[in-house]
């Protein structure tokens, strides 16, 4: 299996409830990354925490690490219909640098219903 | 700041012929783009990492015959898949990387992606 899994695959919620997904990882990392894509679009950045943190946020969003558990979970709150997406994480070894190229996950992809 | 435009967005052509893709990035300077694969409802495989004015380092299983890559100065990469087949059709993604004052972390900025048909 290949490094950054995200599950669930597919989440449904409705407009307004928390949605949480959770991604594992195998390697020591340097950082984690989570991403956002639009159907047919580019990547857009959501956030980054380093494996030295353990919980950042940034408006709605709320993320933790666990670099003994290898995971990490992405927390949008009070969700919205145009969260609607897929969602990645993405990691960058620590054996490689803080600057080193990303693996990314499977991706989740999330629908809010409104 | 920091965008990254692909060119084109989207592109249909016939099995044999070739097709050059550019990753430009527009409001900064990056000295390191990346080149992704993306197959529907699947993840992004990094395919290649382009370093301006020096060779490309490509993945494992990738050809670096068929897919050349080209970074001729700090704001654009290009990808051109030479003699396309259908198995090329894919949606492919460059990223470019911040280099920031100071060290750090550098981040990565993507493109909008360009569809690739091959009929």
């Known amino acids: 299996s290949q490094q950054g899994e995200e599950d669930p695959q597919a989440l449904s919620i409705q407009e307004g409830e928390n949605a949480t997904m959770n991604c594992s990882y195998k390697t020591s990392i340097n950082n984690l990354q989570w991403y956002r894509q639009n159907s047919g679009r580019g990547l857009v950045h959501l956030i980054l925490?380093?494996?030295?943190?353990r919980e950042k946020h940034s408006g709605r969003l709320r993320v933790t690490l666990d670099t003994s558990k290898k995971s990490s979970s992405l927390l949008i709150t009070a969700s919205r219909a145009a969260d609607t997406a897929s969602y990645f994480c993405?990691?960058?070894?620590?054996?490689?640098?803080?600057?080193?190229?990303?693996?990314f996950g499977k991706g989740i992809t999330l629908s809010v219903r409104p | 700041g920091a965008v990254v435009s692909q060119h084109p967005s989207w592109v249909i052509c016939k099995s044999g012929t070739s097709v050059k893709i550019e990753c430009r990035s527009l409001?900064?300077?990056?000295?390191?783009m990346f080149w992704y694969r993306q197959f529907p409802k699947q993840s992004l495989m990094l395919m290649a990492t382009s370093n301006e004015g020096s060779k490309a380092t490509y993945e494992q299983g990738v050809e670096k015959d068929k897919f050349l890559i080209n970074h001729a100065s700090l704001t654009l990469s290009t990808l051109t898949v030479t003699s396309a087949h259908p198995e090329d059709s894919s949606f492919y993604i460059c990223?470019?990387?911040?280099?920031?004052?100071?060290?750090?972390?550098?981040?990565?900025?993507f493109g909008p992606g360009t569809r690739l048909t091959v009929t």
């Open positions: 925490i380093r494996s030295n943190e």
């Open positions: 409001d900064f300077q990056a000295t390191t």
């Open positions: 993405a990691t960058a070894r620590l054996d490689t640098g803080a600057n080193s190229k990303l693996t």
């Open positions: 990223s470019a990387r911040v280099t920031r004052a100071g060290g750090g972390i550098n981040e990565q900025y």
